[in-house]
């Protein structure tokens, strides 16, 4: 008779990036650190910040530590709770189901009590007038009032895949009012350093754009003849 397997599977060790380098993010856009990893890393757009939540909720930078949820489940969260460290970002996966919220404010603020930087989620979170109140950056792909079972199968510390992205317990998670990026722990000091490069950038070209800058000549490349054809 085959046995009954474990209702979780849980990693409980894993490399976390020094906290001191995740910093060197703190302050960086989205886009910046997508544009750092060659236009990728960004989850699904339907993952945001949950509604009318305050500016300080809609900003973050952590440690994946990630969890994956049967469908209308959160099992797996339960488990990833028990091994969460300060700074680190749940990344809470649903198989994108929405049917039933993942978590609420209770739970939130337990997070919060661990010191977690963020939770974000491709399935729905309830209670959000409590998790403002929590004051835990909360990025969701939906809202629903239905609450969740705790049957498992869930996974705690493997990769998980959400919003179109495989994350790794580990990886770098940034987000802000655009959404969520992840960068994978192997990218990480590259992308720091394509970040800064990128920020002097946009500020040379911000300030071209308020003295008057309408069409940089070097983007005229892109009419010469042999690059454009056109009919007119």
């Known amino acids: 008779m085959l046995e009954t397997p474990p209702a979780l599977t849980i990693r409980r060790t894993f490399r976390r990036p020094p906290r001191d380098t995740i910093a060197a993010l703190e302050g960086a856009m989205t886009g910046q650190v997508a544009d750092a990893l060659g236009g990728l890393g960004a989850l699904d757009p339907s993952i945001k910040p949950i ?34 460290e300060p700074g680190d970002v749940l990344v809470v996966g649903t198989e994108g189901y929405l049917g039933t ?20 989620t491709d399935g729905a979170v309830r209670d959000t007038p409590g998790i403002i109140g929590v004051g835990l950056p909360v990025y969701c792909a939906g809202v629903s009032p239905n609450s969740p079972q705790r049957n498992g199968p869930g996974t705690v510390g493997l990769a998980v895949s959400i919003g179109g992205v495989t994350v790794n317990p580990g990886d770098v998670v940034v987000g802000d ?18 970040v800064d490069e990128i920020k002097r950038m946009e500020t040379e070209v911000e300030a071209k754009v308020k003295d008057g800058l309408a069409y940089p000549e070097s983007w005229r490349a892109y009419l010469e003849p042999g690059a454009a054809r056109f009919v007119d």
């Not at 909720?57 to 489940?73: E, I, Q, R, Y």
């Open 101 to 120: 919220a993942v978590i609420g404010d209770l739970m939130a603020g337990m997070l919060l009590n661990c010191g977690a930087a963020a939770l974000v």
């Open 177 to 194: 009012v655009d959404g969520v990026v992840v960068v994978p722990r192997d990218a990480l000091d590259d992308v720091i350093a394509h």
């Open 51 to 84: 509604a009318d939540a305050p500016p300080a909720m809609k900003g973050f930078v952590g440690t994946a530590l990630t969890c994956m949820n049967s469908p209308a489940d959160q099992l797996g969260l339960v488990g990833a709770l028990a091994y969460a």
